[in-house]
């Protein structure tokens, strides 16, 4: 069995609660204590995170013109950014560990995706 078990359909399903959750916890978990950054670049990115969902080329996208690789490779870009972002903005505390866990989460699953719809690697 491949590694690769999160497919497009159930990518497309985690995608709009995780969108929703990057734009709700960090008012619900106070961020923004070691810099407003971390407040508010989960909050643009949660709305981000939702327009690139629309727009994606699965069975929830509403608009489907954004290929699903090209959803997968900005999903990527926003977990690496999120690892990186406590080193780069001096996040703290829980600032930082909110951003590791959910940059970690993301590589997880873009790790575990499969690039198309019933193809495993």
Do not use: C
């Not at 643009?44 to 290929?67: E, K, S, Y």
């Amino acid at each position: 069995m491949s590694v690769r078990f999160v497919t497009r359909t159930v990518h497309a399903y985690l995608d709009y609660p995780v969108a929703l959750a990057l734009m709700v916890l960090p008012f619900v978990l106070g961020l923004g204590q070691s810099n407003p950054m971390a407040l508010w670049l989960s909050v643009v990115t949660g709305v981000a995170a939702l327009v690139l969902t629309v727009l994606t080329d699965h069975h929830l996208g509403i608009w489907r013109v954004l290929p699903y690789k090209f959803h997968l490779a900005v999903d990527l870009l926003v977990g690496v950014t999120f690892l990186a972002a406590p080193s780069l903005f001096g996040f703290s505390g829980l600032d930082a560990i909110y951003y590791w866990l959910n940059g970690a989460a993301v590589v997880a699953v873009i790790s575990l995706s499969s690039p198309e719809e019933g193809v495993t690697a």
